[in-house]
């Protein structure tokens, strides 16, 4: 009896401390507007959110070494103003509510600036999480137009899809003269369909026709005979294929097994892997793509970065994504650099904001007065026969409006 | 205008189309048949959904990867030989055996400690091992970027098999030629002012050279219509000599099954199985054995469909390459009526037919959910399948 | 103990876990932490909405994820395209919308529960999958929805003790109709349909108020998490997460509650905790998988042919794990004596999928019951154990 009363009164304690301590905590909608993070110590940390598990991790790998190269040079040469930089990598599962919570973890463990992600979903919730803490983010690789809608110092790296999609029309329409294109899109991924939509647009704008559109999912394709039928019923100049090289690969070559040939295949940066050559064969040869730098470019960045990556990973960069995440980590340290006092995330975002002409792997970088959307100039190269990509025709942002 | 039509033109349906996409769609489930082929004899001797038969699928694709590059034909070389059928040969036997191996090895591992607890916690395991499987293989198998078999390996990848459904009209030959002549004509006029211009390409001519580039481009398009036109003025289907490859074999293999399962020893034994576990090892059959081999029988299809597909379809692999076709696989085991051997073959081949036709229709991005559409209004009708019994258990 | 100052006892001490959980998040002043106090709220709740349908009911569902995505998009579209001209604001609106992700969410199991009237087992199992594809693909196609990049939703209300409340109040149901006259006959259709029916239960009714209840409680789930995170895409709701609910139910033992919110929390914290652990040499990573397989078999013999008692057992076990710990250590040192081993280096952010997946296979094997079998927490087990301990303290002095 007794100890039951002890229980009672126990419990009534308990219930008491919390109900008094969830009323002082309540819950608030829209904190907003964080403080962030101050580097301390000898080192300044710089956070990474990469997909290293799950059916993004190709591209995740891939950002993933890129920075780290960055971050080994820069330590190697001795680090930034007698401090070193420390990489914080955290996992998005290629899952954006996991993308978030990684991005969280790098911020309470001290993240002064956020690099990271590849795909938009992503990017868009870690964008979210940076902004309430007060923290700069440089997107890699994430295309879609509102990401910088999300906070001040939301910045990116890479062209948006209101650029490349007009680019690689334009090219068609006027330089190849094709009059009747067909497109081919990745329902599954958000880029894919993003791209096809700013494709679409733009060409009709220009006075070409759509003839068709078709759809398949990523990773739940393997033949692609009934789309490509389709297609060549509708008797098409061109095909625009919006996905990444792991289906556009597979794609081109069943096209010239069902006969869909003397058609020009194009497409967007998700094409760039040394390995499309092998996937899509014969037929990919001659195909155009936009792309953010060639390797048979002649700028001095280009080289570097493609002489240093093959000495520290035995082979070249897998995607495009390697380039844009060592340009990203490049542009987040340069500001760190040019940053007089202490490194905080206030004073990096600001120093972002103010970064002119940087010349990065994939191109000159501008962050001034642009709102954290480098205006970026866009490479259409052709793939030749042995893998490489002959650069044919460079657009400058002011090219497409 | 007939209700046929006025339909047609609603949908935009291309009836010349019809026949070469039922053709793919039968292509398409031979694939899907020889996976589900692996389900469903599990299911029937174990009553248990093997979710690590995509993983095994994966594997077997790896496994056909690497005899590929010991074959030479890495993704780096340059020069590579002839290639021919034997090398084929040897990277289908080689993933199958493999396959053989390491559905064997799952057997052994993960679900045969489970045999005695309930099923669910058997189906667990199988979520386990196939998580497992992804993950841990993209640590030690190449992924990244994803790799595919080249497809030089392939002797057969420039042939095509043409059958005329309905003779094309000649009197384009003439045309295509005049038009083909007036496009060499331009061509050669680009050429020519490229040369004098002094540009390597064609991108870089000045103003007056666009022009000609621009009537040029306008021939080319020419041609190509015209060639087009001269196509579909005929019905013809083609198939790829690759995926007649892979159909032919799908169907040898199933073939082959068959007469294993109904005609030989073990056939029987696998049969006594699953028709009663217990009872069978009270007659004295090897229970276990019976198990492993259907394994290793089931795996070994998996091995096959994943060689031939990637390397006849020139797909990318990664370690999540087997999840999507293991899941398409098991819904038409299931259609079919899982546990039942032509039942998965019937319900592969109708999946192929339907996912090709939704594509067919113009409804391309819902052709990954008509799957599930089609197996539930199936199983409404018919609870155990197309062709699957419905007993309700008895007490 | 007596009837009322029990329940009385048991509902204050739900309420006022919810407000420490919550108040605890709060002081830790970390987002992150705060973030996975919340986040695990969300999956307590879906995890033990699907052991109503699949523990408790016995009904084979594997796309509880679907009834998370129809609950979180319907709440975040009404939201997104109402909340403005709608004069409610903050809670009640939120309140509003998990009413609403309910319903929405409650129609969509009513239309897998139907099939689920003639059919069974694996059958039901590969409907619910295909289902969750279904209409993942449908979202994945429609323009207001975000298609597959995904749809923001405004307002953001983030109440870390409204989630845990509602997980509260999901236990409170399950418990409440499992202890009542109302859960038998659910029980009894998990037993034995046939015998069930022939007793005079309507399995039709228990089967789709399973599924309804199960689903509504899931959809409640959704617009909690669709106005926290403020962003739903399709691919959070992909077919992995359904199975991982359904592992979450399984391996705290089928039907069991506590196992189900136990095991929620646990699963979900294993791949956030293991982001804390330092990289690993191919040394280390070979002498772990090796010992860690050894030590499940002969944890595996000691379970199987060992009739000792408990303490015995459990002594082996012990001897066995430090065992194998002692020898991993060993093991690795060897190992990394090898160059190409040592100098192989694996980060935890690439292992910890790899460990997560490993451990479900090995506690399956060790433990195929679940964590707690059929065995529920309750008072009565509570006053046991304290008796246990109060007896024996009496006993030693």
């Known amino acids: 009896m007794k100890r039951r009363s002890f229980l009672y009164i126990a419990l009534g304690a308990v219930f008491g401390a919390g109900i008094l301590a969830g009323c002082s905590g309540g819950g608030s909608s829209e904190s907003g507007g964080g403080t962030g993070t101050t580097a301390t110590g000898d080192s300044i940390k710089i956070g990474l959110v990469a997909s290293l598990n799950g059916d993004q991790r190709p591209w995740g790998v ?171 019923g509708k008797n098409p100049d061109g095909v625009f294929l919006s996905g990444y090289f792991t289906e556009v690969g597979p794609i081109v070559r069943q096209a010239s097994q069902v006969g869909l040939t003397n058609v020009k295949f194009m497409g967007g940066d998700g094409w760039d892997s040394k390995e499309i050559i092998n996937s899509g064969g014969e037929a990919i040869v001659g195909g155009y793509f936009c792309n953010h730098y060639s390797d048979q470019e002649d700028r001095p960045e280009v080289k570097a970065f493609l002489d240093a990556f093959v000495a520290k990973y035995n082979e070249r960069p897998g995607t495009t994504m390697g380039a844009l995440a060592y340009d990203a980590a490049a542009v987040a340290v340069e500001a760190i650099k040019a940053v007089t006092g202490d490194v905080s995330s206030k004073s990096v975002a600001g120093a972002l904001h103010n970064l002119e002409n940087y010349k990065g792997v994939s191109g000159d970088i501008t962050f001034k007065g642009q709102g954290g959307n480098p205006p970026k100039r866009a490479l259409v190269v052709e793939l030749q026969a042995d893998g490489t990509q002959k650069p044919v025709k460079a657009y400058a942002p002011t090219d497409v409006k | 205008m007939d209700l046929g039509t006025a339909f047609a033109a609603g949908l935009q349906l291309d009836f010349a189309n019809l026949p070469q996409q039922l053709v793919n769609g039968i292509l398409l489930g031979s694939i899907y048949a020889l996976i589900a082929l692996g389900y469903t004899m599990v299911y029937g001797v174990l009553r248990l959904i093997n979710f690590a038969h995509g993983e095994v699928f994966m594997l077997g694709a790896y496994m056909a990867l690497f005899v590929s590059w010991w074959l030479g034909y890495s993704p780096t070389a340059t020069t590579l030989g002839q290639s021919s059928w034997v090398n084929l040969l040897m990277m289908l036997v080689a993933s199958m055996v493999v396959c053989a191996i390491i559905g064997m090895l799952i057997e052994l591992f993960a679900y045969r400690p489970m045999r005695s607890q309930p099923r669910i916690a058997s189906l667990i395991t199988a979520i386990g091992v196939s998580l497992m499987l992804q993950y841990a293989g993209a640590l030690f198998l190449p992924n990244s970027p994803p790799q595919p078999i080249r497809e030089e390996i392939n002797p057969y990848r420039n042939e095509v098999l043409q059958i005329p459904l309905k003779p094309r009209d000649t009197t384009f030959i003439e045309k295509i030629k005049v038009e083909e002549a007036e496009f060499n004509a331009a061509e050669a006029a680009v050429k020519a002012r490229m040369e004098t211009e002094g540009v390597k390409s064609e991108f870089d001519l000045s103003p007056e050279g666009r022009l000609l580039r621009e009537t040029r481009n306008d021939e080319r398009n020419d041609v190509t219509n015209m060639k087009s036109e001269y196509e579909r003025s005929g019905v013809s289907l083609l198939i790829p000599y690759g995926q007649l490859i892979m159909f032919v074999t799908a169907l040898a293999l199933m073939l082959i099954l068959r007469h294993i399962v109904m005609n030989t020893k073990p056939g029987r034994a696998m049969r006594a199985v699953s028709l009663d576990f217990d009872s069978a090892s009270l007659m004295g059959v090897n229970v276990n054995r019976i198990v492993t081999l259907t394994f290793a029988i089931g795996s070994a299809l998996a091995g096959a469909g994943a060689m031939m597909s990637a390397t006849f379809l020139g797909l990318s692999l990664t370690t999540f390459f087997g999840v999507q076709p293991g899941v398409k696989a098991f819904v038409a085991a299931v259609l079919g009526g899982i546990g039942n051997i032509p039942g998965a073959v019937l319900g592969g081949l109708l999946m192929g037919v339907a996912e090709t036709l939704v594509v067919w229709s113009g409804y391309g991005d819902y052709k990954d959910a008509i799957a599930f559409v089609i197996l539930i209004a199936v199983l409404l009708f018919r609870p155990g399948g197309l062709l699957g019994s419905s007993k309700v258990e008895k007490v | 103990m007596k009837y009322w100052p029990t329940r009385v006892v048991s509902i204050l001490a739900g309420l006022g876990a919810c407000f420490l959980i919550s108040a605890a998040a709060d002081a830790s002043g970390n987002d992150y932490t705060k973030r996975l106090v919340v986040l695990a709220g969300v999956w307590v709740i879906l995890s033990v909405s699907l052991n109503l349908i699949n523990g408790i009911t016995g009904q084979f569902s594997i796309g509880h994820a679907a009834f998370w995505q129809v609950g979180a998009y319907s709440a975040g579209i009404i939201s997104v395209q109402h909340y403005a001209n709608s004069g409610i604001t903050g809670l009640p609106w939120l309140l509003l919308m998990m009413v609403a992700g309910a319903i929405f969410a409650a129609l969509a199991g009513l239309v897998v529960g139907l099939p689920s009237l003639r059919l069974r087992g694996d059958y039901l199992a590969i409907v619910t999958l295909g289902f969750g594809e279904i209409i993942r693909i449908i979202v994945q196609n429609q323009k207001p929805l975000g298609e597959a990049y995904g749809m923001n939703v405004s307002p953001k209300f983030q109440f870390t003790w409204l989630v845990w409340l509602t997980a509260f109040a999901a236990i409170a149901i399950c418990r409440n109709l499992l202890k009542s006259a109302h859960g038998l006959p659910f029980l009894a259709v998990r037993e034995d349909e046939v015998a069930a029916s022939a007793m005079g239960v309507n399995v039709t009714r228990v089967k789709v108020t399973a599924f309804l209840i199960g689903s509504a409680l899931a959809g409640v789930a959704g617009a909690l998490f669709a106005h926290y995170e403020g962003f739903i895409s399709p691919q959070q709701f992909r077919m992995e997460q359904s199975f991982i609910i359904l592992t979450m139910v399984v391996l705290g033992g089928t039907g069991s509650i506590t196992g189900s919110v136990l095991a929620a929390v646990a699963l979900f914290y294993l791949p956030e905790k293991l982001r804390d652990m330092g990289p690993v040499t191919g040394g280390q990573l070979l002498a772990g998988t090796f010992a860690t397989v050894l030590a499940v078999y002969l944890v595996k013999r000691v379970i199987d042919h060992f009739h000792g008692t408990k303490k015995e057992a459990a002594i082996r076990h012990l001897g066995i794990v430090l065992g194998c710990m002692a020898l991993s250590f060993v093991l690795s040192i060897v190992l990394n004596q090898v160059p190409v081993l040592a100098s192989a280096r694996y980060e935890a952010e690439k292992l910890r999928m790899v460990i997560f997946s490993g451990v479900l296979i090995i506690l399956m094997l060790v433990r195929p019951q679940g964590l707690l079998g059929h065995a529920e927490f309750s008072w009565e087990w509570l006053k046991r154990v304290l008796g246990q301990r109060r007896s024996e303290a009496a006993q030693t002095s």
């Open chain 1, 62 to 232: 891939d950002s993933e070494r890129g920075v780290r190269l960055l971050v080994d040079q820069i330590n190697e040469a001795g680090g930034v103003n007698g401090k070193k930089i420390e990489l914080l990598v955290g996992d998005s599962n290629s899952d954006p509510q996991i993308g978030k919570s990684a991005t969280e973890k790098l911020i309470s463990d001290g993240a002064v600036v956020v690099l990271g992600e590849v795909a938009s979903g992503i990017t868009a919730q870690m964008a979210i999480a940076c902004t309430e803490k007060g923290i700069p983010l440089v997107a890699i690789g994430a295309t879609r137009d509102d990401i910088s809608d999300k906070g001040p110092d939301i910045f990116r790296v890479c062209y948006r899809d209101s650029f490349q999609g007009p680019v690689m029309a334009k090219f068609a329409f006027e330089e190849l003269g094709l009059k009747r294109v067909a497109l081919m899109t990745d329902k599954k991924i958000p880029y894919s369909t993003g791209l096809s939509n700013s494709f679409r647009d733009y060409y009709a704008m220009l006075g070409g026709e759509i003839v068709d559109e078709q759809f398949y999912e990523g990773g739940a394709s393997t033949q692609f005979n009934a789309q490509l039928t389709n297609l060549k």
